[in-house]
């Protein structure tokens, strides 16, 4: 039996030896690079078509008259093409499994990356957002601001319970929120403006780390920066803001 296993595998290579490893790569390298389960498994196909045409083979050598002249029974004979077929198609379907769970790991890498990237993006993207958001809201509350002294008054929200930016106060939360005199905090924001966790933190300048002013110029310089929720820096900026009203102190 060892003899008619090694014959058929002696004429399927000596036929097909390079035509066999350039179908696997073919049929493989498409299904990876397309990420096509499809053509894994018509492999599988192509595989079996290749060890059925022993067959023809043997046809056209006449191998079954000088079989005749060997010590083997045609049980075996029969027996020998039955079982290099089922090698063939464990050979094949080895090849086809490989192949696809190649291609569901690069899938799944694939997956896990566009995530990642997709979820970097949309930070990225609610952080400059909210970045744009507090400038303009910041600044408008500034640029309008009545006097400025001991005490600060803010279009909207009344008398602060301190001049310059001190009124001005970043929250245990990370929320950007103005003190008055009656010890309330005004958010200058909701706290949906802050998505994903973003969260506003000092970058050690100005008078509090937030907010300075000059009396000389009537000028508020600002800074902050945006953090995520673990206090990753994401963003810093720092901005001037004239006031309008610099005629009252």
Known sequence: MKGLLYKEWATLTSSYKQTVFFIAFLYGGISIL????????ALLVVFSILITSTISFDENSHWDIYARTLPVTPAQLVGSKYLFGLCGLALGTVCTVLIVLLISAMLAVGVRFAVRTYRESMELSETELLCSTLTAAISDKLRYSGEVGQNMFIQGVGTTDSGGGGSFAISDDGEVVIQTTDSEEFRLLGSASYPQGLRVRTTGTGETGFISYSAETGIFTVS????????NILKETCFDVKRINAGKK
């Open 34 to 41: 397309t990420g096509q389960t499809g053509m894994a498994y």
């Open 224 to 231: 902050f920066a945006i953090a995520d929720a673990q206090g």
